[in-house]
């Protein structure tokens, strides 16, 4: 036939597109790549515009794009460019979702010991969104201040340090938010903090009926100084290896004891020393200072240097007011 003339079958279209003929027939079957006519022997015919219309089906297939979308494509039915788009946005999604399999992966690698139930936990943890991360940490910290008159400023700043992670979080907030989620779910961590929050609100009180200084700046800055005193002296004293039970660490626990009596104004002695001892380990936990530096990592506050623990010197000094 004279019309046949500027048509070319499929195994010429097969050549200038570089795709298999078993390929171009299944496009053809699925009525994305129309024929435009059939050989007097009954072979599909294609005119010039199959070609670009094949490498567009195939271009959009190897982008992921379902064959529904690209016949409404190729039928205008919709835009190029806004399937393009949308098509764009699902990947961003898929690829986020790829980038922290990949960093739960990491994070289980780096353990001596990941069982599969820790792994699903660990991988469900990290799919929480924003809303459920701090829901998590919400309800912690409610259930540590239930009922208790506490520091409005310790509970003011547990309720709005709350863990956030940016969409594409390191290894290491992935780790953070895991370790600080297992953290706020465990019984006993719970205690603590709680005995924690109970006993600034039994100072709160004794404050209240005049038997405690109540917490102005200027008392704030003396127990900074307190803090200092036992981070330098008790410090130096852990470091020198002198065992706080022996009379090597007598000095010290004398000179730190008498910092806390001024605090405190009261007179130093077995009474007192052993109130401080009580009341300086309810305060002293290294997983209470954990559960700050785990929302510093996640939330990408500034760091200073390594992040070392600042309790061992208290619990020297704890040790040493009990001998």
């Known amino acids: 036939m004279a019309a046949d003339a500027d048509l070319i079958s499929i195994g010429a279209l097969a050549r200038l597109t570089g795709l298999p003929v078993r390929t171009l027939r299944f496009y053809s079957d699925s009525g994305l790549l129309a024929p435009a006519g059939r050989s007097e022997a009954g072979y599909r015919l294609y005119d010039a515009g199959a070609t670009a219309r094949a490498q567009l089906v195939r271009t959009l297939r190897e982008l992921g794009v379902d064959l529904p979308t690209i016949k409404r494509v190729l039928?205008?039915?919709?835009?190029?460019?806004?399937?393009?788009?949308?098509?764009?946005?699902?990947?961003?999604?898929?690829?986020?979702?790829?980038?922290?399999?990949?960093?739960?992966?990491?994070?289980?690698?780096?353990?001596?010991?990941?069982?599969?139930?820790e792994m699903k936990l660990m991988h469900d943890?990290?799919?929480?969104?924003?809303?459920?991360?701090?829901?998590?940490?919400?309800?912690?910290?409610?259930?540590?201040?239930?009922?208790?008159?506490?520091?409005?400023?310790?509970?003011?700043?547990?309720?709005?340090?709350?863990?956030?992670?940016?969409?594409?979080?390191s290894s290491q907030q992935v780790a953070a938010w895991i370790e600080l989620a297992e953290l706020v779910a465990d019984e006993d961590f719970r205690r603590r903090i709680r005995a924690m929050a109970q006993r600034s609100a039994a100072d709160r009180a004794a404050g209240a009926d005049?038997?405690?200084?109540?917490a102005t700046s200027a008392a704030r800055e003396a127990h900074g100084r307190a803090a200092q005193a036992v981070a330098e002296q008790a410090g130096a004293a852990l470091a020198a290896g002198i065992d706080p039970v022996s009379a090597d660490a007598r000095p010290?626990?004398?000179?730190?004891?008498?910092?806390?009596?001024?605090?405190?104004?009261?007179?130093?002695?077995?009474?007192?020393?052993?109130?401080?001892?009580?009341?300086?380990?309810?305060?002293?936990?290294?997983?209470?200072?954990?559960?700050?530096?785990?929302?510093?990592?996640?939330?990408?506050?500034?760091?200073r240097g390594p992040a070392e623990s600042s309790i061992p010197p208290w619990e020297w000094l704890v040790a040493g007011l009990r001998a």
Not at 160 to 167: K, R, Y
Not at 255 to 277: K, S, Y
Not at 294 to 300: A, F, K, P, Q, V
């Open 252 to 303: 010290v626990v004398d000179t730190l004891a008498a910092v806390f009596a001024e605090l405190h104004g009261r007179q130093d002695g077995p009474e007192f020393r052993a109130w401080l001892a009580e009341t300086l380990e309810t305060f002293t936990d290294r997983r209470a200072e954990r559960y700050w530096q785990l929302l510093g990592i996640m939330n990408g506050w500034p760091q």
């Open 125 to 169: 943890l990290a799919r929480l969104g924003a809303a459920e991360r701090r829901n998590i940490v919400a309800d912690f910290v409610e259930e540590v201040f239930d009922g208790l008159d506490a520091d409005p400023g310790i509970a003011a700043r547990m309720r709005a340090a709350t863990p956030e992670l940016p969409d594409e979080p």
């Open 210 to 214: 005049g038997e405690t200084p109540p």
């Open 75 to 117: 039928d205008r039915d919709v835009s190029l460019p806004g399937v393009a788009a949308a098509h764009a946005a699902a990947l961003d999604a898929q690829i986020r979702v790829l980038r922290l399999q990949r960093t739960v992966l990491r994070v289980a690698a780096a353990r001596d010991t990941t069982t599969p139930e």
